[in-house]
């Protein structure tokens, strides 16, 4: 079973930056795809960015440009850096994990806000 904890969120102003972190623990070793999801107020969960084991990345359309997603695979780390942060991005981050039997594990989110 894998286990995902999440840090790093907070208040920021707009304009300004936050790196949220994910730990993961118990099963690592059949982990592929990690990434973040998010949820806002009255939104649906929604895809932030995902990166593979090998490295490869996905981005939302809404935050190319402005966050990178990167993975330390010795560590069993994945971060996500956001810069230039707006209002719309205020959300609950959880972080996600996939193994290789595509199984699916989230971490009990972090908040976001950003303030105008």
């Known amino acids: 079973q894998v286990q995902l904890v999440e840090s790093g969120g907070g208040l920021v102003q707009a304009g300004g930056s936050l790196r949220l972190s994910c730990a993961a623990s118990?099963?690592?070793?059949?982990?592929?795809?990690m990434g973040w999801y998010r949820q806002g107020p009255r939104k649906q969960r929604e895809l932030v960015a995902t990166?593979?084991?090998?490295?490869?990345?996905t981005y939302a359309d809404s935050v190319k440009g402005r966050f990178t997603i990167s993975r330390d695979n010795a560590k069993n780390l994945v971060y996500l850096q956001m810069n230039s942060l707006e209002p719309e991005d205020t959300a609950v981050y959880y972080c996600?994990?996939?193994?290789?039997?595509?199984?699916?594990?989230w971490g009990q989110g972090t908040q976001v806000t950003v303030s105008s």
């Open positions: 996600h994990a996939d193994d290789v039997w595509l199984n699916r594990y």
């Open positions: 118990g099963g690592i070793s059949r982990i592929n795809a």
């Open positions: 990166i593979t084991w090998g490295g490869s990345t």
